[in-house]
């Protein structure tokens, strides 16, 4: 179930969650949903067949929005947005001291915030940067306990940059009960740091970002051969 920028709720069914969330927020799913973005993923179930999702679903549609906020409430699913920050084969984590994982910069996404609001004021807290948010990469769902207290979250992760920050140059944290730190970015360094969610560690294990003068000089040859085929030598237009 997501909530639409109108505040109206949509349901539906999936056999990928993460396929089909990208697909909605690109604005290539469903009719309803492609005029009243951004959406956030506020509530979901895993059944065990796909004619069950169906009466499921059926079921959830009948009911009246206050008992679908009330469903929402009790399940309760934490909305995070994270940053994949990688300069020069190396990925920006975060620790929370005497806890044994790490996870990507970004935290809890307020009520009327959107995900890259929620990037761009968690790390200005808690590092003091401005990051650039770009694009939308992964929905990831993660379920743990803590506590003997469940939780559900999902992830909302996000290429970023923070302009001025050099890759091996540790940020100081501007939170007491965080540390930031570069780690190489591939997947056995990522496991043996114990990144959560473990979902995230192939998902952005030898991400590269894209370099913006090697797209500037590809995009220049480009205009450059065009440029040749329309106007051949000696002719000047």
């Not at 009719?31 to 959406?39: C, E, I, K, Q």
């Not at 379920?143 to 207290?149: C, F, G, L, N």
């Amino acid at each position: 179930m997501v909530k639409c920028s109108d505040g109206t709720l949509y349901s539906g069914i999936t056999n990928n969650l993460d396929n089909r969330f990208k697909k909605h927020s690109s604005g290539k799913g469903a009719r309803y949903t492609r005029s009243r973005l951004p959406l956030k993923l506020v509530y979901f179930e895993k059944l065990k067949d796909q004619i069950t999702a169906m009466r499921r679903e059926w079921q959830v549609k009948a009911y009246s929005r206050q008992k679908k906020e009330t469903l929402i409430t009790k399940k309760n699913v934490e909305q995070i947005a994270r940053a994949m920050i990688v300069k020069d084969g190396q990925i920006l984590a975060a620790h929370r001291i005497n806890a044994g994982n790490l996870f990507l910069p970004g935290g809890h996404i307020e009520n009327d915030e959107s995900p890259e609001e929620a990037i761009r004021r968690e790390l200005n807290e808690e590092l003091g940067l401005d990051c650039k948010p770009g694009k939308f990469r992964n929905l990831i769902p993660h379920s743990y306990r803590e506590k003997k207290t469940a939780h559900r979250e999902v992830n909302y992760l996000y290429e970023a940059e923070l302009p001025g920050l050099a890759a091996g140059s540790n940020p100081e944290s501007k939170e007491a009960h965080l540390e930031f730190f570069w780690v190489k970015n591939d997947l056995k360094e990522l496991k043996r740091n114990n990144l959560k969610p473990a979902l995230l560690r192939k998902l952005v294990s030898g991400y590269k970002p894209a370099k913006k003068a090697a797209k500037a000089r590809k995009n220049e040859k480009k205009r450059d051969q065009f440029t040749r085929s329309v106007y051949p030598a000696g002719r000047t237009g």
